[in-house]
Each structure stands twice: as structure tokens, then as C-alpha cells.
């Protein structure tokens, strides 16, 4: 049973050769994508009765499905994978550095970042709210990290932000702040990977087989931005750099 494809899998006909899927497929499709669980009774009636595939009729099933508490799952499994925030615990920033870091803390950033997603999907918001937005989600432990006044209570709640913070988007949450570091300083080529991967759809080249044995001098170097500069200085290592560090930074 448990090598059975009809077990592991969603096993349905050709919907290619068919060009479209049956009802009860796209009920089966939407309950597993936006749920993680098998159809209710509504989507398999509306499936029976040839009714789901109806325009209308999907897109209030779409925002039924979202607006139910079992959304949180694909909320959390989406941006999990999306923005990496299944990493958050990759690295452990170092306690000298960073004594306000805690679980308390933690949890916070992530809240943010996945309530602030889910708000665009239920409001439909145009999407350029991911880099430039004038709201997010904070709670009061949040709100001290950031130093945004006037925030109180562990509930994380919509707040409105100043023109000049530079909070609003994703790039400005601890969460990805924290995916994209590496517990001591920051990464601008592991942030620029992440921005052209995760937002931009362009993930650069794998590095070359042979990238470990090349060192540029770095000597004479006091930043990192000094440092990721003399990489360009190797053709080799400037293939890649000279794409991933500019968004990086």
C-alpha cells in the first residue's frame, strides 16, 4: 500500500489529452492546495453536480476555502518553501551580538511575514505590496525590535507604517532578514541569491566545481562590500557576482 502511486499520489486521467479537468478533480486540487485534506461536503456536492468548474462558482469556493482556519496550513507550508522560513532555525546568532534574540522573538517574525501573505491573498492586493508596502503586522515585541511606538499586546495586528521606514515589503521583515543571514553578520550574496531565486524568478548559475580552490586577495579589504568587489576582480568569480551582489546589497 504504501508504494502505491494511487496511495502517495493524486492519481487523476489526462486532463492534457482531455484539456480540462473533471470536477471532481479541481475539487480534489483545491481541498489538497489550500487545505491539506480531502474535500468537505460542499466541494464534493458542487463537484457532483457539474457545478465547480463554473467561474462563479470556483471563485467563492476559493474564498471560502481561504477564509476557513484550515487555510493556515497551506499559509504556513507556502511560506515556508517560498521565502525559506523553514531555515529560520538553519543558524543560531550569536547571544553576545544579539542578546535580544529569543523564541519570543522569533516566533514574532514569522507571524509578520505569514499574516502579512496571507492579507494580500484574502484583500487580493496588487502584488508590488511584497517589495513596497505601507502596513505589516506586528505585534509589541515586534514593534520594540523595529522601534515602531505605540504597539501593545502579544496579538499580531495590521499597522500602518511611516513613509520613511524602511519596514514595508518583505525585504524589511526580521524573517527573511534572518533566512538570509548567517547568525553574526550579513550575506549580501546569499541575500542576493534569495532575491533573484525567490522574488525575481531568476536564480542564478550553480557556482563552478572548481570555485573552492579559487581565492582572490582579498588583503587591504576592511568590508564586506570591499571583499565581494575583489571576487569581481576573478573572471571566474565575477560570472556570478557580478548578478548575485548588487540586489545582495
Known amino acids: 500500500m504504501l508504494t502505491s502511486r494511487n496511495f502517495i499520489y ?16 479541481l475539487a480534489s486540487r483545491l481541498s489538497y492546495f ?5 474535500p468537505d461536503e460542499e466541494l464534493l456536492r458542487l463537484a457532483s453536480e457539474g457545478r465547480l468548474s463554473e467561474t462563479d ?8 476555502l481561504l477564509a476557513d482556519k484550515k487555510s493556515q496550513l497551506f499559509i504556513h507550508e507556502f511560506t515556508d518553501q517560498w521565502f525559506e ?3 529560520i532555525d538553519a543558524t543560531t546568532p550569536d547571544i553576545k551580538l544579539y542578546p535580544e534574540y529569543d523564541d519570543v522573538l522569533r516566533r514574532a517574525m514569522l507571524a509578520e511575514t505569514r499574516e502579512f501573505f496571507s492579507y494580500l491573498l484574502k484583500e487580493n492586493l496588487p502584488i508590488h505590496n511584497l517589495i513596497d508596502s505601507d502596513f505589516t503586522f506586528l505585534n509589541r515585541r ?24 524602511p519596514r514595508g515589503g518583505i525585504l524589511g521583515h526580521a524573517s527573511i532578514a534572518k ?28 557556482p563552478p566545481p572548481d570555485i573552492a580552490t ?36
Not at 462558482?57 to 471560502?64: C, I, P, W
Not at 515586534?142 to 521606514?165: C, N, P, Q
Request: charged share 25%; proline share 8%.
Open 179 to 206: 533566512v538570509t543571514a548567517n547568525g553574526s553578520v550579513t550575506t549580501p550574496v546569499k541575500r542576493g541569491n534569495f532575491i533573484l531565486t525567490h522574488v525575481l524568478g531568476l536564480p542564478p548559475n550553480p
Open 57 to 64: 462558482t470556483l471563485s467563492a469556493q476559493v474564498d471560502r
Open 214 to 249: 579559487i581565492e582572490p586577495d582579498t588583503r587591504g579589504t576592511t568590508t564586506i562590500r570591499q571583499m565581494l568587489l575583489k571576487h569581481q576582480s576573478v573572471e571566474t568569480c565575477a560570472r556570478c557576482h557580478q548578478h548575485i551582489d548588487p540586489p545582495g546589497f
Open 85 to 87: 522560513l523553514d531555515q
Open 10 to 25: 493524486l492519481v487523476e486521467g489526462d486532463p492534457v489529452a482531455r484539456k480540462r479537468l473533471t470536477d471532481s478533480e
Open 34 to 38: 489550500l487545505w491539506r485534506s480531502p
Open 142 to 165: 515586534l514593534a520594540e525590535h523595529y522601534d515602531i511606538k505605540g504597539v501593545f499586546g502579544e496579538t499580531m495586528r495590521k499597522v500602518s507604517l511611516d513613509a520613511s521606514s
